[in-house]
């Protein structure tokens, strides 16, 4: 485990505290005050042009943009560690392991950022309305966003190269929550959420404000698109099946894009925040940050057990469900009445395999999830990603790539299980193949028609021992 002090940057208390820091992004230059860098952080990374020895009075642009970079990962990465290991141990490395490298200037192209495993690279844009150039890397919102991705992959890289909208969709949503719970850190931002609806749009829910701005210059105002974010917690989006959704359209519409149905989910745990907040006395920053760790630790406990299910949204909300019942079920009916409401769970009758816990038992491996409690047990049978070739599965549509239907692409395979004190079973998820296989079908033809397959920096997937395997997620 690698730590961090101020001390073994070479920085004293005192230099670390003349570090101006934007909270949010250059859009809000109010949400600006001096910070220290984390004092410990646990997980390996380094930030390009960070440089200890240098004061602040001393900083050029790209330095400061450095620090504000380290700044909110160290934060973020402390925030998940407190919280994930009041059940599990904290994460020891990355999903490929080594040191996360973070490139606050990667280049001038579109506004964009990513992760690539290895890296997280942030790039710059001039926009065309204010002439003005813009820098992912400003925007705290951005950053902590792509270090979503990278936590993520660390807990789950099983999900990495899944060919599943509702995987991918998650991936953004997980993202997005990720960068919420960074902002939310700062005792300034809570006193003033606490004053405003946080059903409607705010400062928490809002995402990447300035880059928001920017799109919106550039694609001249397109309609559905806001000037005020890029992406909002605060939405009224249900759930739909992907498969069913236009792949285009415009961004104030729901489609099977991993960003768009990302915020299905988002819009979810963000409302249980708001009513968990609503439910504590008191309704001050203390309940606030109650609600805050509260949505936070169920999330990240649900990612031990939630199996890799083509209905993965469905999936993560019956799990967080199962995990809050676990610890007493202070908050179930909360997330049981949004999950509903939003159509991510139906009340339908469940017709169940019948299995008891002496049944699945058997078949335990060691790498199974499993969580234990007084009132039962929550199992995901963990498996090997299902390998398959779509031209062994389906027929071919008109205009489809002979290459991608040839090739191996992961679809999800796992069961999980939910056993009460005396073994019986009271849920369980199981995957369908052939719906399994049609989201296949339509994540790897999106892949070769929006032109994300090759074999430069800029494509997302690649060919490698004639599979489909991710590159990078934005």
Not at 114 to 133: A, E, H, N, V
Not at 252 to 276: K, N, P, Q, T
Not at 379 to 399: A, F, H, M, P, Y
Request: proline share 4%; hydrophobic share 35%.
């Amino acid at each position: 485990m690698l730590q961090r002090t101020l001390s073994t940057l070479g920085i004293s208390e005192s230099e670390s505290e003349g570090y101006m820091y934007y909270m949010n992004d250059p859009s809000t230059p109010n949400l600006q005050k001096k910070a220290q860098l984390p004092m410990q952080v646990y997980l390996p990374f380094s930030v390009q042009g960070f440089h200890p020895e240098i004061t602040g009075k001393d900083l050029q642009n790209s330095q400061r943009r450095a620090i504000g970079c380290y700044i909110t990962i160290g934060n973020s990465i402390n925030y998940f560690q407190e919280q994930h290991s009041m059940f599990n141990p904290p994460i020891h490395k990355w999903a490929m392991g080594g040191n996360l490298k973070i490139v606050p200037e990667a280049g001038k192209k579109h506004l964009n950022a990513y992760y690539d495993r290895g890296s997280l690279k942030f790039f710059y844009d001039i926009d065309p309305i204010t002439k003005q150039t813009i820098y992912t890397s400003d925007s705290a919102d951005i950053v902590s966003h792509e270090l979503g991705h990278a936590i993520l992959d660390s807990i789950r890289p099983d999900l990495w190269s899944m060919q599943s909208i509702e995987v991918w969709g998650f991936h953004e949503a997980f993202s997005d929550i990720n960068a919420i719970l960074s902002i939310m850190q700062h005792e300034e931002i809570l006193n003033k959420l606490v004053d405003v609806d946080l059903n409607k749009s705010n400062i928490a829910s809002r995402l990447a404000e300035q880059m928001g701005l920017t799109i919106y210059n550039v694609t001249k105002k397109q309609k559905g698109r806001s000037p005020l974010y890029l992406r909002d917690a605060a939405n009224r989006f249900d759930y739909e099946n992907p498969i069913n959704l236009p792949t285009e359209g415009n961004p104030d519409e729901l489609l099977a894009e991993c960003h768009s149905f990302g915020l299905v989910f988002l819009g979810a745990w963000y409302e249980i925040m708001i009513r968990i907040f609503k439910s504590l006395e008191g309704n001050g920053v203390e309940s606030l940050k109650a609600a805050r760790d509260a949505a936070a630790r169920c999330l990240y406990k649900s990612l031990k057990v939630v199996p890799k299910a083509v209905k993965f949204t469905e999936a993560i909300a019956e799990t967080m469900m199962a995990v809050d019942r676990s610890e007493g079920g202070n908050y179930v009916e909360i997330m049981k009445s949004v999950f509903t409401e939003r159509n991510i769970i139906t009340p339908k009758i469940k017709m169940l395999s019948g299995k008891k816990w002496s049944d699945v038992k058997k078949f335990i491996r060691k790498n199974d999830a499993i969580i234990s409690h007084k009132n039962g047990l929550i199992v995901r049978c963990e498996r090997e990603n299902n390998l398959i070739k779509l031209s062994d599965r389906t027929i071919r549509s008109l205009g489809a790539s002979n290459e991608i239907f040839d090739l191996g692409v992961e679809i999800p395979n796992e069961s999980y299980y939910e056993f009460d004190q005396h073994g019986n079973l009271v849920n369980e998820i199981n995957n369908d193949e052939d719906e399994a296989i049609e989201s296949a079908m339509v994540c790897a033809q999106m892949i070769y028609d929006e032109g994300h397959l090759g074999s430069g920096d800029d494509t997302m997937w690649e060919i490698f021992e004639n599979k489909l395997i991710r590159t990078f997620i934005e």
